[in-house]
T-cell receptor
């Protein structure tokens, strides 16, 4: 993607906690999205951050630091169904979405 | 079910052929999009329509032509298919063009196009 960096793959254990990081170009920023994409399926919306801080939604939380160009998605109490790719996307100054390549999360029993 | 639906799910065709992918949304959204997801999994926007009018037209070959008969439909027609067109094509919609928590993108299930 255009200046969006996230790890290619991560592995975690069922029941554990995992943090997926995303760094992005800070210029022309209008918000950051996280999407979940199961293999062979459509991406589905998880979260949107435009202000600094942590937003919690059930087992999933998303954090943003605009000055650092940094976000993370925190998944708690991991379940096997959380095995998917997690896509970070930045909304630029023209309100266009710039996508990362996604982080493939593998959950092991 | 309220959703973005696109057909076909799989499309295998030979080089040089012309094909179409259809997309419909019943979410009442004003804006629809076509995205291409390549083998490296990057999602790249191709086109965006707002109330049947083209608002984004990224650098894609003019062999690709979107058609929006009404704001609930955005079809993609591809002429003279090439090997490099093989990818997954996603249709999406949003309430408006000013995206945010209240107006995220809703994606269709994708069309996997394979050109042989």
């Amino acid at each position: 993607g255009q200046n969006i960096d996230q790890p290619t793959e991560m592995t975690a254990t069922e029941g554990a906690i995992v943090q997926i990081n995303c760094t992005y170009q800070t210029s022309g920023f209008n918000g950051l999205f996280w999407y979940q994409q199961h293999a062979g399926e459509a991406p589905t919306f998880l979260s949107y951050n435009v202000l600094d801080g942590l937003e919690e939604k059930g087992r999933f939380s998303s954090f943003l630091s605009r000055s650092k160009g940094y976000s993370y998605l925190l998944l708690k109490e991991l379940q096997m169904k959380d095995s998917a790719s997690y896509l970070c996307a930045r909304l630029d100054s023209n309100y266009q979405l710039i996508w990362g390549a996604g982080t493939k999360l593998i959950i092991k029993p | 079910d309220t959703a973005v639906s696109q057909t076909p799910k799989y499309l295998v065709t030979q080089m040089g052929n012309d094909k179409s992918i259809k997309c419909e949304q019943n979410l009442g959204h004003d804006t629809m999009y076509w995205y291409k997801q390549d083998s490296k999994k990057f999602l790249k926007i191709m086109f965006s329509y707002n109330n049947k009018e083209l608002i984004i037209n990224e650098t894609v070959p003019n062999r690709f032509s979107p058609k929006s008969p009404d704001k609930a439909h955005l079809n993609l027609h591809i002429n003279s298919l090439e090997l490099g067109d093989s990818a997954v094509y996603f249709c999406a919609s949003s309430q408006d063009t000013m995206w945010g928590r209240d107006s995220p993108l809703h994606f269709g299930n994708g069309t996997r196009l394979t050109v042989t």
